[in-house]
């Protein structure tokens, strides 16, 4: 088949990879220019973005941030209707779906206007998280309150466009469920993984390597399934969550939803029998699926430094991939998969390499 993927990021490359594995030709639309590209390349094919599009077989997409003119060019081949995912570049309405949908998550208000952040926060119990409604990614467009705290600076910054106020939740830890739905219908999902987030931006992710309650497992995927369904969604998705409480009486809260392939699935590249990548362009594509067997793995986010340390090149567990974008304080420039037996030893990656690795 012919596979276009709307953005050429590092996750529209990795779909890339993934695509030419399974057999099929892909190309990449730059989002920003319209430019078509090949996989691997910034040279761009001399094919118009209507002549990509009337090229593929299937349209995708590496981030939910679709314009208007995009939908109406490719809105033919795409699987998933772009305006079932909307709601979810947009926070006010991704927690009403939430609410709709009866999927637990964390008390929330919207407001329009500073006054209206005003309003809420003189009356708001507890400390809160405020999160502009659109356009914030990596721990970008928050901000953090506690009663006490003075409410004039937040109308100058967090009130300056519509957003959320959001209670702070007192985790146990945070996870996420990266799976997909086929066109069938059915769904595969992988185990729920534990992310570790340093100033809102992922650290590291362990994958099959700490003790999650099943109960949480079969909510998660409960969940996915009815947020999936709803969606009419086909492809490859991912649920964040809060964990509160721990071991049989935790609970989830979800706190959002990538309907895309996910930085928290990385770990599948080297430690499922099938990549999240892998799984999207099977379900877009209508393949075949294996059972997901899935092995422990320690995915550490590569932030802002221009290199990633010689020791985990050479690392024979380690397998560094690097996305050959510019580094600056806080960007994803890359992550390391690493094999790793128990957590242990994934702890003591952690603490030789977590400095080296995050600007
Ligand atoms: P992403 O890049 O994953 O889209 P984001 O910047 O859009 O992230 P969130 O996932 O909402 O935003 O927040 C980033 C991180 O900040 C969370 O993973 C969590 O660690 C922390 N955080 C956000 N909201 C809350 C909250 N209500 N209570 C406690 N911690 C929070
Ligand atoms: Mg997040």
């Not at 998933?80 to 929330?108: F, G, M, N, V």
């Not at 809160?128 to 506690?146: L, M, P, S």
């Not at 004039?152 to 996420?176: C, K």
């Not at 706190?255 to 996910?262: G, I």
Request: aromatic share 6%.
């Amino acid at each position: 088949m012919n596979v276009l993927i709307l953005g050429n990021g590092q996750l529209g490359q990795m779909l890339g990879q993934a695509s030419i594995q399974l057999g099929h030709e892909c190309l990449l639309v730059n989002t920003r220019t319209n430019q078509v590209m090949p996989v691997g390349a910034h040279t761009a094919v001399s094919l118009s973005l209507e002549q990509a599009v009337a090229w593929a077989d299937v349209v995708s997409w590496e981030h939910e941030q679709i314009s208007d003119q995009h939908v109406a060019l490719a809105q033919h081949k795409l699987l998933t209707d772009p305006a079932q995912i909307k709601p979810l570049t947009h926070r006010q309405h991704e927690k009403a779906l939430c609410d709709e949908l009866t999927l637990a998550t964390s008390p929330w208000q919207a407001f329009q206007t500073a006054s209206e952040l005003e309003a809420i926060l003189q009356q708001w119990q507890g400390k809160a998280v405020i999160k502009a409604a659109e356009g914030g990614y990596d721990g970008k467009g928050q901000w953090r309150w506690q009663p006490n705290d003075p409410i004039a600076p937040l109308l100058e910054t967090a009130g300056q466009q519509p957003g959320i106020v959001e209670a702070m939740i007192p985790f146990s830890r945070e996870v996420s469920i990266v799976g997909a739905r086929h066109r069938d219908g059915s769904i595969h999902c992988y185990p729920l993984v534990e992310n570790v987030h340093t100033q809102g931006i992922l650290s590291y992710t362990l994958a099959n390597l700490t003790a999650i309650p099943a109960h949480l497992q079969a909510t998660a995927e409960a969940w996915f399934a009815k947020l999936t369904a709803h969606l009419g969604y086909v492809g490859t998705l991912a649920i964040e969550f809060f964990v509160v409480g721990e071991g049989d009486s935790a609970t989830l809260l979800v706190n959002e939803v990538a309907p895309r392939v996910h930085n928290s699935g990385h770990w599948s590249m080297i430690g499922s029998n099938c990549s999240q990548f892998s799984l999207h362009m099977r379900s877009l594509t209508g393949a075949l699926i294996p059972p997901l067997q899935n092995n422990p793995v320690l995915m550490l986010n590569v932030i802002g430094v221009v290199e990633i340390p010689a020791t985990l090149w050479r690392d024979p567990s380690a397998q560094p991939f690097w996305y050959g974008k510019e580094a600056r304080p806080g960007r994803k420039v890359g992550h390391v998969n690493v094999q790793v037996q128990d957590i242990e030893q994934a702890k003591g990656y952690i603490n030789t390499y977590t400095k080296a690795l995050h600007i």
